[in-house]
């Protein structure tokens, strides 16, 4: 069970795109479109923004979408906001009752 | 409103063992999987344990397996986490979520968490 890697940090404008990835092997995100996103403000708890690969949850902006190809599963966030700054967490059912979350990625708005 | 209150954290020596408790509300706890999901003190999220609704089927992550028990009590809406032999490496902040969807491939929501720190 190692954690999938996600880049430390990216930064993007306000109003731009920025992509995350999350990137795992054939035994997990190779193997289920099973991934979630999770949004972290400091001091907060974690809030879902994806799951099974592509769907948001109700409330979530559609700025906010997701993808998976081979055993890498991308976030992207459109038209950038400041409150879009937050850390965020890919996660990925790995079979058998177990789930791996990714190293984590700090999303700065410049 | 669905809500998830954990409890039980504290200080502890390495060795020793901890209980934890979440209560749940605002949803039909025994439809659900739950998990316990943990993050170390400015570190990322690892994935603990989880346990399906009728408590059927568990699993643990590596890290913690033989050392922690995940059970659940349908009839008192509430979640637990048995840690024993505690190490210095399980001090963080333990949250628990409800598992939704395929597989309860996805937490939603989690509590606000409980701090234990594993220290001499």
């Known amino acids: 069970q190692s954690a999938l890697t996600q880049p430390a940090s990216v930064s993007g404008s306000p109003g731009q795109s920025i992509t995350i990835s999350c990137t795992g092997t054939?035994?997990?995100?190779?193997?289920?479109?099973?991934v979630s996103w999770y949004q972290q403000h400091p001091g907060k708890a974690p809030k879902v923004m994806i799951y099974?690969?592509?769907k948001r949850p109700s409330g979530v902006s559609n700025r906010f979408s997701g993808s998976k190809s081979g055993n890498t599963a991308s976030l992207t966030i459109s038209g950038l906001q400041a409150e879009d700054e937050a850390d965020y967490y890919c996660?990925?059912?790995?079979?058998?009752?177990?789930?791996?979350f990714g190293t984590g990625t700090k999303v700065t708005v410049l | 409103e669905v809500q998830l209150v954990e409890s039980g954290g504290g200080l502890v020596q390495p060795g020793r063992s901890l209980r934890l408790s979440c209560a749940a509300s605002?949803?039909?706890?025994?439809?659900?999987?739950m998990h316990w999901v943990r993050q170390a003190p400015g570190k990322g999220l690892e994935w603990v344990s989880g346990?399906?609704?009728?408590?059927?089927?568990?699993g643990y992550a590596d890290s913690v397996k033989g050392r922690f028990t995940i059970s659940r009590d349908n009839a008192k809406n509430s979640l637990f986490l048995q840690m024993n032999s505690l190490r210095t490496e399980d001090t963080a902040l333990y949250y628990c979520?409800?598992?939704?969807?395929?597989?309860?491939?996805?937490?939603?929501?989690w509590g606000q968490g409980t701090l234990v720190t594993v220290s001499s």
């Open positions: 979520a409800k598992g939704t969807g395929y597989r309860s491939s996805w937490f939603d929501p």
């Open positions: 605002g949803f039909t706890f025994d439809d659900y999987a």
């Open positions: 346990i399906s609704w009728n408590s059927g089927s568990i």
């Open positions: 054939s035994s997990d995100v190779g193997s289920y479109n099973l």
């Open positions: 099974e690969g592509s």
């Open positions: 996660c990925s059912y790995a079979g058998i009752s177990l789930y791996v």
